[in-house]
């Protein structure tokens, strides 16, 4: 089974703080994603990473950063978390190869911005 | 820009009746994706579809797709209570990258 796990369910920080949340796949997946989930907005794509140090915006990227050092692990950093950043965020990992890339998903991590 | 739209929004049904949600998409493409999301849970794949005129079943629901009407449908037979939960589509563009664009969702609950 494919496993995408992060590193919390939930985080409560606060405005100003810098907060990393951390993805980590065990199917040896080349792309990997970052989503933010909001009530009436459905999933948006923050940041997309298709290979080792490289990374694409997605939709929404202002305000946040990633880093992938290591093939597994996909980091989401929030320089300096503001209240409009509270949400909840879903890693996602697929393959390049073969057709299907179907995206497997973590089980999220709320955070909480006061 | 894709794209994707959902209806309905929400969706009460009893059990036992049938019912479609359907997704329109607003360019080429042959990938499609159907998940479920229980409420505070994440995101599980239900169905994929490759090609026009694919079509997979899982217990009660099905999914199509039609390429050329930029339409899949997600039919529910003979609704049971498990089934009440979000569903989303998703789309992969057939030009660019890998990004999987969503639908906003289809609250469904099903009432005894």
């Known amino acids: 089974d494919v496993k995408v796990t992060q590193s919390s369910r939930y985080l409560v920080k606060r405005t100003g703080e810098k907060v990393f949340l951390e993805c980590v796949q065990d199917m040896d997946h080349e792309n990997m994603f970052w989503y933010r989930q909001d009530p009436g907005l459905g999933l948006r794509l923050i940041y997309f990473s298709y290979d080792v140090k490289m990374k694409e915006k997605g939709d929404i990227p202002e305000g946040y950063s990633v880093s992938r050092e290591k093939k597994e692990r996909f980091s989401l950093i929030l320089e300096s978390a503001s209240t409009n950043q509270t949400s909840m965020y879903l890693c996602a990992s697929s393959r390049t190869s073969g057709m299907s890339y179907e995206q497997y998903f973590g089980p999220g991590t709320r955070l909480t911005v006061t | 820009e894709l794209k994707v739209e959902q209806n309905p929004l929400f969706l009460s049904m009893q059990e036992g009746k049938n019912y479609t949600i359907y997704c329109n998409y607003s360019?080429?493409?042959?990938?499609l994706y159907w998940y479920r999301q229980d409420p505070g849970k994440s995101l599980e794949s239900l169905f994929v579809?490759?090609?026009?005129?694919a079509v997979k079943q899982e217990g009660r629901l099905m999914a199509s797709l039609d390429t050329k009407a930029r339409l899949s449908t997600l039919h529910i037979t003979a609704a049971v209570h498990d089934l009440s939960a979000t569903y989303f589509c998703a789309v992969i563009s057939n030009f660019g990258n890998e990004k999987l664009t969503f639908g906003t969702g289809t609250r469904l609950t099903i009432i005894p």
């Open positions: 579809l490759l090609s026009n005129g």
């Open positions: 360019t080429t493409s042959d990938r």
